[in-house]
């Protein structure tokens, strides 16, 4: 499991690391074709304000969907560059992932702000979305 | 030696104190100072049509104000708008005018109520533009481009992060303006100010002059130098043309104020182009540009003009028996048909549907057969290959000039794979074929291949909508389109509403699998698994051997969180595929495998691989009972 993934007080972490788990055991051939379909590095910034008092804390995980095809903790490691930053609350993460919440009305109403190649955003859904029924 | 000094010397010290000549100056020659400084007073705000050229120092008032209040750029445009009163001794006198442009302002004020009182007949739009030309003319460039935004915000929902930066963009245009005025003032003052006398015999012919330099206006900062070529009117002269107007027994001209409006309405199209932080959003919004085309290690998914995705060729299965000549028979694709009717299994349907197309058997027009192979695949849960089919059948399909055949299939192929644009490039070319008189604009379908997949959704549900209640009107319930309409809800992730579209559907052709599978996801995917099982128990009656149902009623168990009997299903999915052909799908071991990571059994995942033979009964000793 991804335990390094993990960081204590966000919803989101756990949902990432297992979005990570699952990139992790990926055959060869289902991670190119995903790394096809995205072709992307995202670099996630998750929000969380911090109990009562207003102070922020921030979590970042890079989805690497470009090169590696892996789930890491911080921003993009050195020799890959974040295509896009999206920076959203930790509730925001959580329904974006569970499906009650798409992207595109996550941007619309101001929950998802996005850094660099906004259209990459728009691929985020999919990469997010766990196990979801087929047409 | 300090200003007060200097401002409140006494006169007769006016030879040493130049300061108080310009006092003087500007106290008594009052208009000109304005022209200079400040360009047009306020005072000739009725003669203005949509461009404010008004106070260009009370609009630098009210810029300066409203940046301050915004804070946004106030301290970076207020000092550029200074600098333009080419004398910073004048700024004490500037502050004095602005004082009286204050008054002046209430003056056209109360002449704005009186122009929105002789417009009763006009258009209802009209009171307010002269109003607002009147009593907020410094505001209005500077609210048109605020109000707009705010306009785009409803209208667009696009610019939630753009707030600030419009603000800031905004700083520079409007400082250019400042320049400009400031410029034009300096250097055209006298040509303008002889021109303006000229011109202004009667209120009406200065209006419609006005109105001729307007409608040439693109920019608004040529609108704005423009306009205050015109608009060199002394306090005096308000004063007269005030009591003219007050006096005249003609209302301002109906078709003055109408023009004024147009023009209003120009200039603030005009503006919306220039003040293009929004469009440039927008832009790159619909840009679709992003990087498709960048290849890194793997080339990514390469889509071709239209927005469709480059697949690779069908992959024929290389050991399909119905090809061995002695085991063939007269027709595998009626074979194909016969098995798939009799509820047998998908595999085997595939394999005799490629051997029908290899031995060229390729059923009408010579797409049926690629169509099928496809849509069993699909249904096979083999993605790929049936998209790659599918693909074909509908080239094939388009050359035979076939109704749209297939093309729905291929739509929902694209978005299972998250193409997302792909499917609505596939739905609208379904739509122009099967409603050719349904009017789809030139730009649309240009955008189509180009825009984000956000854009493109927006504009192909609005079509189908269209259709839709085209039909509704009619009386007509064409299954087709509701399908087409569930479909793009669903991808857009409402899936009540996709549901409703797919239930319509179902109310046409109960005997539908593949629409109660499709119910059966857009409930699933929508929170609601129960009913998503029962619907998908209706596909699996009418269709024992769906794969893909099987396959969505264990995605359907995990969401429940019944992860054993998820595991289950994808299982005995697999155990379908094993015994027919043995091909199984990449998608059911992947799916399998979290179901597993999620039971915590990590180590029946690393079984979960296609590449290792036999293990399928390695779960059944495990536990699993399939």
């Given amino acids: ?135 | 030696m300090s200003f007060q000094s200097l401002i409140s010397g006494s006169e007769c010290t006016v030879p040493a104190n130049p300061l108080s000549q310009v006092l003087k100056h500007t106290e008594s020659d009052r208009s000109i100072q304005q022209d200079r400084f400040a360009g047009p007073s306020s005072s000739r705000l009725h003669h203005l049509p949509g461009t404010s050229s008004s106070a260009a120092t009370g609009q630098d008032i009210a810029l300066a104000r409203q940046f301050f209040e915004a804070s946004h750029g106030g301290p970076a445009f207020v000092p550029s708008a200074i600098p333009e009163l080419s004398n910073s001794q004048m700024k004490d006198a500037w502050i004095v005018e602005q004082q009286q442009h204050m008054r002046v302002l209430e003056s056209t004020k109360s002449q704005s109520q009186w122009a929105a009182e002789f417009d009763g007949n006009a258009q209802t739009s009209l009171p307010q533009q002269p109003q607002s030309m009147h009593s907020d003319p410094q505001q209005m460039p500077s609210y048109m481009p605020v109000g707009m935004y705010g306009d785009y915000m409803p209208r667009n929902n696009l610019f939630a992060m753009g707030g600030p930066p419009l603000m800031q963009t905004h700083t520079p245009l409007i400082a250019d303006l400042g320049k400009g005025k400031g410029k034009s003032r300096e250097a055209d003052f006298e040509a303008a100010f002889a021109q303006i006398a000229a011109s202004f015999p009667s209120q009406e012919t200065t209006a419609s002059r006005i109105v001729e330099v307007d409608d040439g206006v693109t920019d608004i900062g040529d609108g704005l130098k423009s306009t205050t070529l015109q608009d060199h009117t002394t306090e005096p002269d308000f004063r007269r043309v005030w009591d003219h107007l007050q006096n005249s027994d003609a209302p301002p001209p109906a078709e003055d104020l109408e023009k004024w409006a147009t023009d209003f309405q120009q200039l603030m199209d005009a503006q919306r182009q220039e003040l293009n932080y929004g469009n440039a959003m927008q832009e790159a919004w619909e840009s679709g540009v992003g990087d498709f085309t960048d290849s890194l290690g793997d080339p990514p998914m390469r889509f071709d003009n239209d927005g469709l995705p480059i697949l690779q060729e069908y992959i024929f299965e290389t050991n399909n028996k119905y090809l061995d000549p002695s085991n063939s028979t007269s027709s595998p694709l009626s074979d194909a048909k016969a098995l798939l009717e009799q509820n047998g299994a998908l595999s085997e349907a595939s394999l005799l549907l490629e051997a029908a197309i290899q031995k060229g058997d390729l059923g009408d027009g010579g797409y049926e057969a690629w169509i099928l192979l496809g849509e069993t695949k699909n249904m096979d849960e083999h993605e790929e290959a049936g998209m790659r089919a599918l693909s074909e059948g509908v080239k094939r399909a388009e050359a035979a000039g076939a109704l749209g055949a297939g093309m729905m299939s291929l739509a929902i192929s694209y978005t299972n794979e998250s193409m997302d644009r792909a499917c609505h490039v596939m739905l609208l070319r379904w739509l122009r074929v099967r409603f050719p008189d349904f009017p789809v604009s030139e730009e649309t379908v240009k955008s189509m291949s180009t825009h984000s997949s956000w854009d493109t959704h927006t504009k192909i549900t609005d079509l189908f909508l269209g259709v839709a209640r085209q039909q509704h009107s009619e009386g007509i319930v064409d299954s087709d389109v509701q399908i087409g309409l569930g479909v793009l809800y669903y991808t857009h992730g409402e899936y009540v509403l996709a549901k409703d579209c797919f239930e319509s559907a179902l109310s046409q052709r109960p005997g539908d699998y593949l629409l109660w599978n499709r119910l059966g996801s857009s409930l699933s995917n929508g929170n609601k698994p129960e009913e998503a099982l029962g619907a998908y128990r209706e596909a699996l009656q009418i269709r024992p051997t769906y794969t893909r149902a099987i396959y969505n009623v264990g995605v359907a168990c995990l969401n429940i969180g019944a992860h054993k009997e998820a595991a289950e299903h994808f299982l005995s999915a697999l155990a379908l595929q094993e015994q027919t052909s043995g091909e199984t799908s990449e998608q059911l071991w992947f799916t399998l495998r979290r179901a597993l990571i999620t039971m915590d059994r990590a180590d029946l995942a690393d079984h979960a691989k296609r590449e290792l033979k036999g293990n399928l009964d390695y779960f059944r000793r495990e536990g699993f009972d399939f």
Avoid at chain 1, 47 to 70: C, F, N, R, Y
Avoid at chain 1, 72 to 94: L, N, R, S
Avoid at chain 1, 100 to 118: D, P, V
């Fill in chain 1, 1 to 135: 499991m991804a335990d390094d993934l993990k960081v204590a007080g966000f919803k989101s972490s756990e949902l990432i690391s297992s979005l990570g788990a699952v990139f992790e055991s990926f055959s060869p051939t289902e991670k190119t074709s995903q790394i096809k379909k995205t072709n992307g590095v995202f670099e996630i910034v998750v929000k969380k304000p911090q109990g009562p008092s207003p102070a922020v804390q921030e979590a970042i995980w890079t989805i690497d969907l470009k090169k590696a095809g892996k789930v890491t903790k911080g921003k993009a490691p050195t020799g890959t560059k974040a295509d896009v930053t999206i920076t959203m609350d930790d509730e925001t993460f959580v329904d974006l992932a569970s499906g009650k919440l798409n992207g595109q009305k996550a941007f619309m109403s101001g929950k998802l702000k996005t850094k660099g190649n906004i259209m990459l955003a728009t691929k985020l859904d999919g990469v997010l979305k766990g196990a979801k029924a087929k047409l």
